[in-house]
């Protein structure tokens, strides 16, 4: 069974950026790689996906001008690139992995980020 592990959350302060990722324990290739995120008191809102063979993306209307998601081929790393980051974003951050169609059948443990005033 792969396994995927977050990575590069953190303390930020306000306006700052960070780079979080996703590796596989081992060379897969799923269809869809997504990053959701979990704020406390809240349901789990939907970030960015990327198609991980044609590359195509998608991303939530609330972050799209602020976050990129990218992903290395060769190392099965999903990236996600976050800048401008306000209170709002504070949340534990986790990567998905999925068949598609917005089914995903494989998550990370999360990373926590903390954006600070």
């Known amino acids: 069974q792969v396994q995927l592990v977050e990575s590069g959350g953190g303390l930020v302060q306000a306006g700052g950026s960070l780079r979080l990722s996703c590796a596989a324990s081992?060379?897969?290739?799923?269809?869809?790689v997504a990053w959701f995120r979990q704020a406390p008191g809240k349901e789990r809102e939907f970030l960015a996906s990327?198609?991980?063979?044609?590359?195509?993306?998608a991303y939530s209307d609330s972050v799209k001008d602020r976050v990129t998601i990218s992903r290395n081929y060769l190392n099965s790393t999903t990236y996600l690139q976050m800048n401008n980051l306000g209170p709002e974003d504070t949340a534990v951050y986790y990567c998905?992995?999925?068949?598609?169609?917005?089914?995903?059948?494989?998550w990370g443990q999360g990373t926590q980020v903390t954006v600070s005033t």
């Open positions: 998905a992995s999925g068949p598609g169609r917005g089914v995903y059948t494989t």
């Open positions: 081992r060379r897969t290739f799923p269809t869809l």
């Open positions: 990327i198609l991980w063979r044609g590359g195509n993306t």
